[in-house]
């Protein structure tokens, strides 16, 4: 079983940055795809961004497109997500995530860290 540490968090004025990551031990961190959710107040866990296994392939959701980054260092078994120009709708617990599969593959995730909380000020 992977364990996953999420950091990087915090509060940031509306347009700031911010960079979280993701440190991974346990099972063979360059086999798998890795990604970033989020869940904000009320709402469910969505989608943010995954990278796959070789750190070839991306995929972002609509939403955060041209503004975040993510990428992985398969030697540290670390994964980042750049997070500029933000916005208060970016606010909530993001949540680092190790796929099943090589490639992203948003409806089979294996394992998840336990969140870290960003907050974007208007």
């Known amino acids: 079983q992977v364990q996953l540490v999420e950091s990087g968090g915090g509060l940031v004025q509306a347009g700031g940055s911010l960079r979280l990551s993701c440190a991974a031990s346990?099972?063979?961190?360059?086999?798998?795809?890795m990604g970033w959710f989020r869940q904000a107040p009320g709402k469910e866990r969505e989608f943010v961004t995954g990278i796959s296994a070789s750190g070839g392939g991306t995929a972002y959701a609509d939403s955060v497109q041209g503004r975040f980054t993510i990428s992985r260092d398969n030697g540290k078994n670390t994964v980042n997500l750049q997070m500029n120009s933000l916005k208060p709708e970016d606010t909530g617990i993001y949540y680092c995530?190790?796929?099943?599969?090589?490639?992203?593959?948003?409806?089979?995730?294996?394992?998840w860290g336990q969140g870290t909380q960003v907050t974007v000020s208007s």
């Open positions: 346990g099972r063979t961190f360059s086999r798998y795809a």
């Open positions: 995530a190790q796929f099943l599969n090589p490639w992203v593959d948003r409806l089979r995730v294996g394992s």
